[in-house]
């Protein structure tokens, strides 16, 4: 079976500290992976998703990236965080063929920027 | 511009029915989801919807009418445990994830 993994569940990082998250899938090749940021009561945005090894399409300007080195693989970065980027951030995969295919997401990371 | 409508917020008695409603406008369609969200948690799946009508799941139940951009989750002999709060998604022609704000569901008893 398929089983997703994300780490780590809580982070609080300083203003102008770098950030890596890490997010892994067991169990499928070749997912669609995403990169969902969602703040307080709001709705799920989508930061940045993958349709394979080194291909990343990026949904909102911002000073976050992701990079995909392996097919099951993806990490979300920052080089200097701001306090607007504290919120809960999620991964989800999704199987690459497949009309009802949802979306299968990792437990999530929770980011204190202070 | 793409937009899902749901409430914010809605309160039932445990052991009702409450009907959770969705309406969109995107660029396309290609299905609509439900998912269910608890507190500090990530989103699981509950739902699929691509043609009209209504899907049954258990006590769970969504319909979809594409021609009034309209969908809806009905919860049937609710329990505590259904306290969460309900995530509509539509897919749109680029095949990406539109999502609404979600709605929280609180469970009296």
């Known amino acids: 079976s398929q089983t997703i993994h994300q780490w780590p569940a809580t982070l609080v990082q300083p203003v102008g500290s770098p950030l890596s998250l890490e997010c892994t899938v067991e169990?499928?090749?070749?997912?669609?992976l995403y990169w969902y940021r969602q703040a307080a009561g709001r709705g799920l945005q989508l930061l940045f998703y993958?349709?394979?090894?080194?291909?990343i399409s990026s949904e909102v300007p911002q000073n976050l990236s992701a990079s995909r080195p392996q097919d099951r693989q993806f990490i979300l970065s920052s080089k200097k965080l701001l306090l607007s980027d504290s919120g809960f951030y999620l991964c989800?995969?999704?199987?690459?063929?497949?009309?009802?295919?949802?979306?299968?997401f990792g437990s999530g990371t929770r980011l204190t920027v202070v | 511009g793409q937009n899902i409508d749901q409430p914010t917020e809605m309160t039932a008695t445990e052991g009702a029915i409450v009907q959770i409603n969705c309406t969109y406008q995107?660029?396309?369609?290609?299905?609509l989801f439900w998912y269910q969200q608890h507190a500090g948690e990530a989103p699981t799946f509950l739902s699929y919807?691509?043609l009209d009508g209504l899907e049954e799941k258990g006590r769970f139940s969504s319909f979809l009418s594409r021609s009034k951009g309209y969908s809806y989750l009905l919860l049937k002999e609710l329990q505590m445990k259904d306290s969460a709060s309900y995530l509509c998604?539509?897919?749109?022609?680029?095949?990406?994830?539109?999502w609404g704000a979600g709605t929280k569901l609180i469970i009296k008893p």
């Open positions: 169990g499928t090749s070749n997912p669609n």
């Open positions: 989800a995969w999704r199987a690459s063929l497949g009309g009802g295919s949802g979306y299968t």
């Open positions: 998604a539509v897919r749109d022609s680029n095949y990406q994830l539109i």
């Open positions: 995107t660029s396309g369609f290609n299905g």
């Open positions: 993958s349709v394979g090894i080194g291909q």
């Open positions: 919807n691509v």
